[in-house]
């Protein structure tokens, strides 16, 4: 399984950035993609995961109502957009996945937002106030 992200970048308060993450090696309708940021001095926190078989979204609260997931499945690329950006919501962003497309229904469930098993390069997103 190969994830790489595309779309960070430099931002004010306020600002809106999109975040892309295209998946390859697995069968990408039963998969899922969680979304992970990390703070220098600060754990890794899960902001999102996407279940791409059933379309279903979960959201960390600090996110929830700012961010949106979302997946094209001709594409095999799965998207965060991230609106009303905060200072706060500065990191670099990881996509992540699971072993394989069995446990693409549970990860959002079980794994995220703790774990994934293949993780993107990250891309930098910095929110100036």
């Known amino acids: 399984v190969q994830l790489v992200e595309s779309g960070g970048g430099l931002v004010q308060d306020g600002g809106s950035l999109t975040l892309s993450c295209e998946v390859s090696?697995?069968?990408?309708?039963?998969?899922?993609i969680g979304w992970f940021r990390q703070v220098p001095g600060k754990g890794r926190e899960g902001v999102s995961c996407i279940s791409i078989s059933d379309n279903l979204t979960s959201y960390a609260d600090s996110v929830k109502g700012r961010f949106t997931g979302s997946s094209d499945n001709a594409k095999n690329t799965v998207y965060l957009r991230m609106n009303t950006l905060k200072p706060e919501d500065t990191g670099v962003y990881y996509c992540g996945g699971p072993q394989s497309a069995y446990s693409g229904p549970y990860f959002c469930q079980l794994f995220w937002p703790h774990e994934a098993d293949y993780w993107g390069q990250g891309t930098q997103v910095t929110v100036s106030s």
């Open positions: 090696g697995v069968t990408f309708d039963d998969y899922a």
